[in-house]
């Protein structure tokens, strides 16, 4: 049985890719899934070796074929993003790709091709194999693309007999958050301890409760207010969801960013690290990553 952790907050910036990174330095037997693909950053921590580019195919844009085209007005009066012209000519950065002026089109002259909207690959990095993707500016059907490389991984998890995905999810609550919860093991929230902190945690941890998803939080900069740091412990045990870790502010771990390394590359010895690693232990070993099936402890550990 494969299992699947996601890793993923309430806003950006709450330090769940580096998390993400330091586990897979913890992790063996594991693929590592960049599922954030609105603004893929693992890759700046990971430097993967690029062994497979694919195109990633989204939605449709529309096309007005000139010589079957009779100008007859029924397109660009159904379009409501009035991205069709005087000339009859699609405005391609207007235009949403709904479809609605090729079912209306009397003529059929309007063509419906697939457009590129980004790339996925494969690749290899310091601690495994690693999917990720690079959606192109301003593209639609991130959604799509989150479901394909959370696909992909666990393809690869399949050939290679892997037992464990760990995936860098996005963040907030939107459609690629959905696409990335569907389907897995369970779930990390990483929260920093304010007002909003909370407010986006529970966002989170109500979409967790309708995909019955099993959950976990770890707190980020706990120290900076640790009563709103054991408010959020309340709220945790309320919803079900344990807190795994408390992380402490350090500066280390922005540092580590900086230098294109997981904490463990830059302060393996530090004592942020050896906190990491306990939480590791935490989540490895709890109900939640074992609620689909018996996950081997020390099979799971580098």
Same mark, same amino acid.
């Given at each position: 049985?494969?299992?699947?952790?996601?890793?993923?907050?309430?806003?950006?910036?709450? #330090?769940?890719?580096?998390?993400?990174?330091?586990? $897979?330095?913890?992790?063996?037997?594991?693929?590592? =899934?960049?599922?954030?693909?609105?603004?893929? &950053? *693992?890759?700046?921590? *990971?430097?993967?070796?690029?062994?497979?580019?694919?195109?990633?195919?989204?939605?449709?844009?529309?096309? %007005? &074929? !000139?010589?079957?085209?009779?100008?007859?007005?029924?397109?660009?009066? %159904?379009?409501?993003?009035?991205?069709?012209? +005087?000339?009859?000519? %699609?405005?391609?950065?207007?235009? +949403?790709?709904?479809?609605?002026?090729?079912? *209306?089109?009397?003529?059929?002259?309007? #063509?419906?091709? !697939?457009?590129?909207?980004?790339?996925?690959?494969? $690749?290899?990095?310091?601690?495994?194999?690693?999917?990720?993707?690079?959606?192109?500016?301003?593209?639609?059907?991130?959604?799509?693309?989150?479901?394909?490389?959370?696909?992909?991984?666990?393809?690869?998890?399949?050939?290679?007999?892997?037992?464990?995905?760990?995936?860098?999810?996005?963040?907030?609550?939107? =459609?690629?958050?959905?696409?990335?919860?569907?389907?897995?093991?369970?779930?990390?929230?990483?929260?920093?301890?304010?007002? $909003?902190?909370?407010?986006?945690?529970?966002?989170?941890? +109500?979409?967790? $409760?309708?995909?019955?998803?099993?959950?976990?939080? =770890?707190?980020?900069?706990?120290?900076?207010?640790?009563?709103?740091?054991?408010?959020?412990?309340?709220?945790? @045990?309320?919803?079900?969801?344990?807190?795994? #870790?408390?992380?402490?502010? &350090?500066?280390?771990?922005?540092?580590? *960013?900086?230098?294109?390394?997981?904490?463990?590359?830059? @302060?393996?010895?530090? @004592?942020?690290?050896?906190?990491? @690693?306990?939480?590791?232990?935490?989540?490895? #070993?709890? !109900?939640?990553?074992?609620?689909?099936? %018996?996950?081997?402890?020390?099979?799971?550990?580098?």
């Amino acid at each position: 049985m494969i299992n699947e952790l996601v890793i993923v907050s309430g806003k950006g910036g709450t #330090g769940k890719t580096s998390l993400t990174a330091a586990f $897979s330095a913890l992790a063996k037997g594991t693929v590592l =899934c960049d599922a954030d693909v609105d603004a893929a &950053d *693992m890759h700046l921590l *990971m430097q993967p070796k690029i062994c497979q580019t694919t195109d990633f195919m989204g939605g449709g844009q529309a096309c %007005v &074929d !000139p010589q079957v085209c009779t100008q007859c007005g029924t397109c660009r009066d %159904v379009c409501r993003f009035g991205a069709i012209d +005087e000339t009859f000519t %699609v405005q391609p950065i207007l235009c +949403e790709g709904c479809g609605v002026c090729v079912d *209306m089109c009397p003529e059929k002259a309007i #063509g419906f091709e !697939p457009q590129k909207c980004g790339e996925w690959y494969l $690749s290899d990095c310091k601690y495994g194999p690693m999917v990720h993707a690079r959606l192109g500016i301003a593209e639609e059907n991130s959604g799509k693309l989150v479901s394909l490389v959370r696909k992909e991984a666990r393809n690869l998890a399949e050939q290679k007999g892997y037992g464990l995905i760990l995936t860098d999810g996005p963040p907030g609550i939107g =459609c690629p958050v959905i696409a990335s919860l569907s389907g897995a093991t369970a779930l990390l929230i990483v929260v920093e301890p304010t007002v $909003s902190g909370i407010h986006d945690m529970l966002r989170v941890a +109500e979409l967790a $409760s309708h995909f019955k998803l099993p959950g976990m939080l =770890c707190i980020n900069k706990f120290d900076l207010n640790p009563e709103m740091s054991d408010k959020i412990a309340d709220i945790g @045990q309320k919803h079900n969801m344990p807190v795994v #870790g408390r992380i402490p502010f &350090d500066s280390s771990f922005v540092q580590a *960013m900086v230098a294109g390394q997981n904490i463990f590359e830059y @302060q393996p010895e530090s @004592q942020l690290s050896k906190t990491i @690693q306990k939480i590791w232990t935490q989540i490895i #070993g709890s !109900p939640a990553m074992n609620s689909m099936g %018996v996950l081997d402890l020390q099979s799971t550990i580098r």
